[in-house]
C-alpha cells in the first residue's frame, strides 16, 4: 500500500506543478492582452497618440494606470482561482512576476521620455497589492 501511496505522490507533484505554472501563466497573458487590447482600443478612437509618441498628459497617463491596477487585480484572481492549492500564494507569485517585469521595464524605458516616469514606477508599486487584492477577492469568493 506505501508503494501505491509513493507512486500517487510522484504522479500529483508534476500534474500540480503544471497546474500551478499555468495559472499563474494564464493570469498574467489575461493581464498582458487585456492591457494591450484596451490600449489598441484606445489609440484607434484617437484617445491616446499614436504608438511610439509619447503621451505626458496625467489624465491619459491616470487612465492607462486605472485599467492596468484593475487587470492586475483580475489577473491574480485568475490565478487564484486556477490554483491547484494555496491560491493567495499564486496570485502573489503572479505580483512577483509583475514586480520583476515592471522594475524591469522602468529601468528600460524611463530614459526614453515616453511619458512621465511616475507611470512606470506606478506600475512597480502597484503590482504586489493589486497580486494580494485579486487573491482576497478570491479567498471572499470561497468564503461566501
Known sequence: MAARTDRSA?????????????AVLFGFIAVVVLSL???????????????????????????????????????????ARLAPRNPMRHAMALGVVGFVLSTAAAIATIPMDLGPSWFPIALVLTALPCAWLGGAVHRTGQAG
Open 10 to 22: 510522484t504522479i500529483t507533484q508534476p500534474r500540480r506543478l503544471l497546474r500551478s505554472t499555468g
Open 37 to 79: 487590447a484596451t490600449d489598441q482600443v484606445l489609440h484607434m478612437l484617437d484617445v491616446y497618440p499614436p504608438w511610439g509618441q509619447p503621451m505626458h498628459d496625467t489624465g491619459l497617463v491616470l487612465l492607462a494606470l486605472s485599467y492596468r491596477i484593475v487587470y492586475g487585480v483580475a489577473g491574480s484572481y485568475i490565478a
